[in-house]
């Protein structure tokens, strides 16, 4: 392709079908596209959703189609009167792609392009390969590269090759991956482990049951296989299941302690409620509800054992003994040994100091 | 080849049997080892069970041997048996303070890569096992910024055997540099539509948020400082994201 395509892409806003310009690129919208490098995150725009002016002019024609769903989802705080985002929009900047992408035939096109796992998987190990959507980080061009994200970590990531640099991340823009899932909600996974919590689960279908208490106990790997999945009271967070599992750094076996420096810090990004009922108690300036100001020093948390189990640890008697910078109790107490070949004598050796063999 | 070869650092090095091994493509996450360790018999205690023919391994691998001299129907076998050998000890080399350094270098380098989430900006990478027994998993990528998990990118790397570098690296890595200990984002995408963040999405973050807000409030509680140090958090970042 000539630099000329790529400029014209990005300086797309102020394209008109009366220019010249546009109709040079309108005669070929297959070529417009699929040229450009990193063309295999795009996808093919109809020609009829170019030849109709409407749609050129903003995205008066999209509105229609949204407004209902937006209304309940958006994230503003009760009595927040929501502005006329159509103004919002006729002055931001816009590629077609990215206005053609949101409306049905384009989410639809997309759609099938994702499945086909057109985009890619999530880098990220536990992820286990769930497919990722393209996305930018910005509605203007030329302010940065295609990123793509996962639906089950709800994260963004650098696509792992370079030909992606020259993608404009304007071509999809900020809004696509959320319209995306939620007109396609089994591509997305529910914010809480399902897995971990039958009783929770079949709580939160009847949904008045306030005094539903988590298990005290995970049920075996053989009873999760007999239940069924627990619908999300609200499909907008997605139904599916979610994959994978918060990794923790070991040494020999052993969990590193948070009073360590090193020590893990990072669980809580990956980590999710029980049930779906615990996310609704936490309040708006991310307390917990009902618990007042001095909220939150017992978490009610994420059954799975993880750093996030902090009350056990929070009520260690040892903390006049401060740890020195870089050193520390770096193990934590009720260890068990899971590593297969290691022996004995070894771990004992490693467990006080963990320095590294001379 | 005689023991002159080896502790000269000759300019001729495409000779040595470690440094052809370390030039294949798809090696550049192993670290070069010292002679003296793979020639040191208590380094490599048990490691016989995974291979056979150990002596000969070892004197091929410190080119006391020289694999062409050897039966032509056994070279490839040799050859293979030697590069699982040298990816054994390297998982146990590179816990030591030797090892360690070395790695550091190529840490520094960026020889095993950056993290590919976003908010991590470009954080560099650790290799790391998911078990230390050979044969059962491939070899990760662990981000000490996130630390969280990645695959590699390549499929030359994709395939190396998880236990050439551990499940102990990583940790032990920053537990022995403190300089590399990073201090954490606290930042989450939030997915926004038309400029508004969404419900559902915005729930679970906040939720989140609760999660590291009480592991700050337990690690302040035992006289652990969290915010804007190293090993905690960077706090002076708005709560917008991006
Ligand atoms: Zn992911
Ligand atoms: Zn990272």
Request: hydrophobic share 30%; with cysteine.
């Amino acid at each position: 392709m000539e630099p000329d395509h790529e400029n014209a892409y990005y300086e797309a806003e102020g394209l008109h079908p009366e220019d010249e310009e546009y109709n040079a690129e309108r005669t070929s919208p297959q070529t417009w596209f699929t040229t450009l490098p990193g063309h295999d995150y795009y996808c093919e725009v109809e020609e009829t959703y170019i030849e109709d002016d409407f749609n050129l002019t903003g995205l008066s024609a999209q509105v229609p189609f949204w407004k209902e769903a937006l209304e309940m989802v958006l994230d503003v705080e009760p009595g927040t009167s929501i502005p006329a985002y159509t103004n919002e929009r006729h002055s931001a900047d816009q590629t077609l792609h990215q206005r053609y992408i949101i409306t049905k035939a384009g989410l639809q096109a997309m759609a099938e392009k994702y499945e086909s796992g057109s985009f890619g998987v999530c880098p990220r190990y536990n992820c286990q390969s769930t497919y990722v959507l393209p996305c930018g980080r910005s509605d203007q061009p030329g302010l940065d590269t295609v990123k793509l994200y996962c639906p089950n970590c709800n994260d963004i990531y650098t696509p792992p090759s370079s030909k992606y640099q020259n993608v404009d991340g304007a071509f999809f823009g900020t809004s696509f991956p959320t319209l995306f899932f939620q007109t396609y909600p089994e591509f997305l996974s529910v914010p809480f482990k399902w897995y971990d919590n039958p009783t929770a689960a079949a709580s939160s279908t009847s949904d008045n049951n306030p005094s539903n208490e988590p298990p005290s106990s995970m049920p075996t790997d053989a009873y999760k296989n007999t239940i069924s999945f627990p619908k999300s009271p609200n499909p907008h967070g997605g139904t599916r299941q979610p994959v994978g599992k918060v990794y923790e750094p070991r040494i020999y076996g052993f969990r590193v302690s948070e009073r360590a420096r090193s020590g893990p810090r990072m669980g809580w990004l990956r980590d999710r409620p029980v049930t779906y009922d615990e996310l609704d108690k936490v309040d708006w300036k991310g307390r917990w509800i009902g618990d007042g100001p001095s909220a939150g020093g017992v978490s009610v948390s994420s059954g799975g054992g993880k750093a996030t189990e902090g009350p056990a640890m929070g009520g260690v008697a040892g903390i006049a003994e401060r740890p020195k910078v870089g050193k520390g109790k770096l193990f934590e107490e009720e260890e068990l040994k899971e590593n297969d070949e290691e022996d004995v004598s070894e771990e004992e050796e490693v467990k006080g100091g963990a320095t590294p063999a001379s | 080849m005689g023991d002159e070869y080896i502790s000269d650092s000759s300019s001729d090095f495409t000779d040595y049997w470690i440094d052809l091994f370390l030039g294949i493509k798809g090696n550049e996450y192993f670290c070069d080892i010292d002679d003296e360790y793979i020639r040191d018999r208590f380094n490599l205690t048990g490691l016989n069970q995974e291979v056979s023919r150990l002596p000969t391994l070892i004197d091929i691998i410190t080119d006391l041997v020289d694999i062409e001299l050897q039966p032509e129907e056994h070279r490839d076998a040799l050859e293979h048996n030697a590069r699982v050998l040298y990816g054994l000890i390297h998982a146990r080399y590179i816990l030591t303070t030797r090892g360690l350094n070395k790695m550091f270098e190529k840490y520094r380098n960026g020889d095993f890569g950056y993290c590919p989430r976003v908010h991590c900006q470009l954080h560099p990478l650790l290799p790391v096992g998911l078990h230390d027994l050979p044969r059962v998993s491939s070899v990760k990528l662990y981000c000490s910024k996130c630390e969280d998990l990645y695959n590699p990118k390549s499929g030359r790397h994709s395939v190396i055997d998880g236990a050439y570098f551990g499940s102990s690296f990583p940790a032990m890595f920053l537990q022995n540099f403190s300089q590399a200990i990073p201090t954490h984002s606290a930042e989450m995408y939030t997915p926004k539509v038309f400029g508004f963040k969404l419900h559902e999405y915005s729930k679970l973050n906040r939720w989140r948020e609760l999660q590291r807000s009480h592991l700050e409030r337990r690690l302040t509680s035992k006289g652990i400082e969290t915010k804007n140090v190293v090993g905690g958090f960077t706090h002076n970042a708005p709560k917008e994201n991006e």
